[in-house]
């Protein structure tokens, strides 16, 4: 039994009073009676006499899983999550394979590494999982990775009862405009001046001021009216059709930094650890050009300040303690459906958060603020041999979860995966089969070139572009936690930085994969200029359509408004980039470029 659907109205049983709750609640009467008739037989229940587990799956947003940590300096009161861990296993250094929403869903989904997430969208072939607006393809019958092969149909195959609540984002097509033409258009070299306007700057700011309601009333209402659907489906379906996976993907702690009262209230402001904020031209010229379009250097007196940083990463730590109580919520159904100890919790996040760290906010980036994530896994007593307790420091990531749910729920592997099961973990805290290194990547919106990076042992690299355009940054991250210290500037650790770089490309041919992304990029950015006729009022903000049609044609109004400081100096980069061969153009470390630009 397969169930998937999304209902923004919250399931009422005493008043079906909307046509989304009645057609839910059909829903759910038809799985009940379906999932009585399969699971009758024990033969579903057991695999070759092994009980298998009831799995519910948590999965949230923006997550740094430091912040996890038994030892964490923060001090976020999460209970619920500590109780997990206390019966379970903490990995305590788990990666996302790629920092942000839909390609990390859609890498863990598939148990693929990004760059191995070929799919057909748009009528175009894919190479990959490469921004926010690719993911696998976009019905059962696409080729390349599609929804068919990720891990709820194979474990409903499995003969698990399946239901998929909340945010699911690992399809190709979703996600906004800005984020399509800000992700094609990384190797355009748009105009921009930092003193006269923060630089091309069209993300917000910075994280923009935090936002606290009254009391006890939730910024995150779409989240807790998913998991009425979620937590009503284990106890009236699931707990009768075993074994079932119960998934719930949340939109907290996602930025905006919103939350209410009663969290807020809840945070130790004194713990709040206050990033300093080097001077501009000391960043690395691929990290000035995100902090510029994550609009942290704009030139506005509130920003970089001790009140500003702290506001947004209290605001940040107190949507993690309300997502901690949503996590309780769960426990507390299974606990009351008499299933705790058949059940195993799994815990973890699609990306992290920079907590204006390294003067960004959002995720996007290789620091371990934005692709260090937690990952929790408990299992109920009934599975004895899952016996450790503790936590993991072995070097693990999300293309190792396919392989693990489908070894927990004794169904056979797919070919093609990335990943390795984390079971032996469960076992005993140890795997021999469990690589020593792990990767990340991105290519998206808010970067101006393709990073990669390697992490083996206390020793993180990240490569940029083809790996001839600038300096790699290496960092021992037991001595320099923070990142500080670029390591790969120094001339006597040349030996250290070609051993990273060869632990890379024996799992990825980075410079191969940054041209890949360059070409498909200018691609699907000419198949979008023939496809919509209003291409170029929409590139350069002045589509005069009703307020009621702009869905769907509108970038980010920051973006017109810099492209008429103007206009022909911006179409001048535009068309360098988009007629030219595809190539990867370094990052631009200076302070302004091509300004004022031709009007």
Same mark, same amino acid.
């Given at each position: ?19 989304? *709750? ?10 009940? #009676?379906?999932?009585?008739? $399969? +699971? ?47 019966? /379970?296993?903490? +990995? ?51 080729? /390349? ?44 070299? +748009? ?7 923060? /630089? ?6 910075? &994280? ?13 209402? !779409? ?91 209290? &605001? ?5 303690? *309300? ?67 503790? !936590? ?26 990335? &990943? @390795?099961?984390? #079971?032996?973990?469960?076992? $005993? ?27 083996? &042992? ?7 572009? @083809? ?7 290496? +960092? ?6 923070? *990142? ?12 250290? #930085? ?61 973006? /017109? ?39």
């Amino acid at each position: 039994v397969f169930l998937f659907f999304t209902c923004p109205t919250k399931l009422d049983m005493s008043r079906i009073d909307s046509i989304c *709750e009645y057609n839910m609640y059909l829903l759910l009467l038809a799985s009940a #009676v379906c999932a009585a008739a $399969s +699971f009758a037989d024990d033969g579903a229940w057991t695999n070759g006499g092994k009980k298998r587990p009831n799995i519910v799956f948590l999965h949230d947003e923006s997550t740094d899983g430091r912040l996890y940590l038994p030892d964490s300096p923060a001090g976020i009161p999460i209970p619920n999550i500590r109780s997990l861990q206390a019966r /379970g296993v903490n +990995f305590e250094n788990h990666y996302v394979n790629v920092p942000i929403c839909c390609p990390s869903r859609s890498s863990m989904w598939s148990g693929r590494q990004p760059h191995n997430v070929h799919h057909m969208h748009n009528g175009l072939w894919v190479r990959g999982a490469w921004n926010n607006y690719e993911g696998v393809g976009i019905n059962n019958t696409s080729p /390349g990775v599609n929804e068919e092969m990720l891990i709820g149909p194979n474990l409903e195959k499995a003969g698990y009862s399946v239901s998929i609540q909340g945010k699911t984002d690992w399809v190709s097509g979703g996600h906004d405009l800005t984020t399509m033409v800000d992700s094609w258009s990384i190797y355009a070299r +748009f105009p921009y001046s930092v003193p006269e306007q923060g /630089g091309f700057h069209i993300w917000g700011e910075c &994280g923009g001021n935090l936002s606290v309601l009254p009391g006890n009333e939730s910024a995150h209402k !779409g989240d807790w009216n998913a998991l009425a659907v979620g937590t009503k489906w284990i106890t009236e379906i699931g707990s009768k059709a075993q074994p079932f996976f119960a998934y719930q993907g949340f939109n907290i702690v996602h930025p905006d930094y919103n939350t209410s009262q009663v969290y807020i209230d809840r945070i130790d402001r004194s713990k709040i650890k206050i990033p300093f904020w080097r001077p501009l031209n000391e960043l690395h010229p691929c990290d000035l050009q995100t902090t510029l379009k994550k609009g942290c250097a704009l030139p506005v007196s509130y920003q970089n300040t001790t009140q500003h940083k702290q506001d947004v990463i209290a &605001g940040y730590y107190a949507m993690i303690a *309300e997502y901690d109580d949503m996590v309780g919520a769960y426990i507390k159904t299974v606990e009351d459906s008499g299933l705790t100890s058949s059940t195993i919790f799994v815990l973890s996040s699609d990306h992290g958060d920079m907590q204006m760290q390294h003067q960004q906010f959002y995720k996007m980036v290789a620091y371990e603020a934005s692709s260090h994530v937690p990952l929790v896994i408990a299992a109920g007593s009934d599975f004895t041999s899952y016996k450790f307790r503790g !936590g993991v420091r072995h070097l693990t990531s999300h293309v190792d979860m396919f392989p693990t749910f489908m070894e927990l729920a004794g169904a056979p592997l797919p070919d093609g995966l990335d &990943g @390795t099961s984390l #079971v032996p973990f469960l076992v $005993s805290g140890e795997s021999p089969k469990q690589p020593t290194s792990v990767i990340s990547q991105f290519h998206g919106e808010n970067l101006v070139m393709s990073w990669y990076m390697v992490r083996e &042992g206390e020793m993180k690299a990240t490569f940029w572009g @083809t790996g001839k355009e600038h300096v790699p940054q290496v +960092f021992n991250l037991t001595a320099d936690p923070d *990142e500080d210290t670029n390591l790969a500037l120094d001339k006597s650790n040349a030996a250290l #930085v070609q051993h990273l770089e060869e632990v890379l490309l024996r799992q990825v041919n980075y410079p191969e994969v940054s041209m890949q992304v360059a070409e498909d990029n200018i691609a699907m950015a000419k198949w979008w200029v023939q496809s919509q006729p209003m291409w170029a009022c929409i590139v350069n903000g002045t589509c005069q359509l009703p307020k009621r049609t702009r869905n769907g044609v509108d970038l980010n109004p920051e973006w /017109g408004q810099l492209w008429q400081l103007g206009p022909a100096g911006y179409w001048k980069a535009w068309y360098k980039w988009i007629n030219s061969a595809p190539a990867v153009v370094p990052c631009d470390g200076a302070m302004s470029h091509d300004w004022p630009p031709a009007q």
